[in-house]
């Protein structure tokens, strides 16, 4: 489990702290969307997590590891896909001779599989590859490795349509009881499918920490024309022909999550969400 307990952390003792007195849990087993406006510490949040900065106060836990000592037991079981990256002008097949043995749970065998879901065979030389494609062999890199622990920081930048549609597929193809992937984005229509965790973050800490089926037995999502129904929504959010709104759920009915509608509630309606999921 993942345990960010009370953390500080500024960049630059004069400077507000990015997170302050910041707090989250995660278990395993789950696909959770980290979303937040731009400013609200998620990437910082991301290289606290990995171990690349250290909380100046409070403490963050991974399976008994504290992640700034870097030890190696939890150095192999975690795995970051940042935003951006460099790969070097080299084969895949020699990448991997490199990078693999630093991850004791690398499968051959899913690396094959991942990338023939991507579309991409084994004997491709990272150097002559499209951003896009890059991205593809390296995110399969990282599903090969088996951390039970995966960030993954914008994944689907850079990716086409159909990429899109395949990173999804291999993600829950990778998917066990003891694996944690965090989706760090602004993307959340590619990912609003595959995730069933959704953790919404500010500067102040964690607004939203739920399952998606917790949410969607409280919140329904929906589109509608009637501006009298928008009015006494939790939540209206205009959009192209009509409005999508956040309505208390009845109990006889359930919807599908719509991520932009459920960060909107979290910005313009804050008592609401306090009252139904941070009782």
Same mark, same amino acid.
């Given at each position: 489990?993942?345990?960010?307990?009370?953390?500080?952390?500024?960049?630059?003792?004069?400077?507000?702290?990015?997170?302050?007195?910041?707090?989250?849990?995660?278990?395993?087993?789950?696909?959770?969307?980290?979303?937040?406006?731009? !400013?609200?510490?998620?990437?910082?949040?991301?290289?606290?997590?990995?171990?690349?900065?250290?909380?100046?106060?409070?403490?963050?836990?991974?399976? !008994?590891?504290?992640?700034?000592?870097?030890?190696?037991?939890?150095?192999?079981?975690?795995?970051? %896909?940042?935003?951006?990256?460099?790969?070097?002008?080299?084969?895949?097949?020699?990448?991997?001779?490199?990078? /693999?043995?630093?991850?004791?749970?690398?499968?051959?065998?899913?690396?094959?599989?991942?990338?023939?879901?991507?579309?991409?065979?084994?004997?491709?030389?990272? !150097?002559?590859?499209?951003? !896009?494609?890059?991205?593809?062999?390296?995110?399969?890199?990282?599903?090969?490795?088996?951390?039970?622990?995966?960030?993954?920081?914008?994944?689907?930048?850079?990716?086409?349509?159909?990429?899109?549609?395949?990173?999804?597929?291999?993600?829950?193809?990778?998917?066990?009881?003891?694996?944690?992937?965090?989706?760090?984005?602004?993307? %959340?229509?590619?990912?609003?499918?595959?995730?069933?965790?959704?953790?919404?973050?500010?500067?102040?800490?964690?607004?939203?920490?739920?399952?998606?089926?917790?949410?969607?037995?409280?919140?329904?999502?929906?589109?509608?024309?009637?501006?009298?129904?928008?009015?006494?929504?939790?939540?209206?959010?205009?959009?192209?022909?009509?409005?999508?709104? %956040?309505?208390?759920?009845?109990?006889?009915?359930?919807?599908?999550?719509?991520?932009?509608?459920?960060?909107?509630?979290?910005?313009?309606?804050?008592? /609401?969400?306090?009252?139904?999921?941070?009782?």
């Amino acid at each position: 489990m993942l345990s960010v307990n009370n953390i500080t952390y500024s960049y630059g003792r004069k400077r507000r702290p990015v997170l302050e007195n910041y707090s989250l849990t995660l278990e395993p087993g789950t696909i959770s969307g980290l979303l937040g406006r731009n !400013g609200a510490g998620k990437s910082t949040l991301i290289y606290l997590i990995t171990g690349l900065l250290r909380p100046q106060q409070g403490s963050i836990d991974y399976n !008994g590891f504290c992640p700034f000592d870097r030890k190696v037991g939890f150095l192999n079981d975690v795995f970051l %896909v940042p935003e951006e990256f460099e790969l070097p002008g080299i084969s895949l097949r020699e990448y991997v001779s490199t990078m /693999a043995p630093f991850y004791p749970r690398f499968s051959e065998a899913d690396l094959r599989s991942y990338l023939e879901t991507f579309e991409l065979t084994p004997d491709v030389h990272l !150097g002559r590859l499209s951003m !896009g494609q890059k991205k593809r062999v390296f995110i399969s890199f990282a599903l090969a490795c088996n951390t039970s622990l995966l960030i993954l920081d914008e994944p689907t930048n850079g990716l086409d349509i159909p990429g899109k549609r395949l990173f999804r597929k291999a993600v829950l193809k990778s998917m066990n009881d003891d694996r944690t992937v965090l989706i760090s984005t602004h993307q %959340v229509y590619d990912v609003e499918r595959i995730i069933d965790h959704v953790v919404i973050t500010d500067t102040d800490g964690v607004l939203l920490n739920a399952s998606v089926g917790e949410i969607t037995s409280k919140l329904a999502f929906s589109f509608t024309t009637d501006r009298n129904r928008a009015e006494t929504a939790l939540m209206a959010l205009d959009a192209p022909g009509g409005i999508n709104v %956040v309505e208390p759920a009845r109990p006889d009915s359930e919807t599908d999550i719509n991520l932009e509608s459920l960060f909107e509630l979290t910005r313009q309606n804050p008592e /609401a969400i306090n009252r139904l999921f941070n009782k």
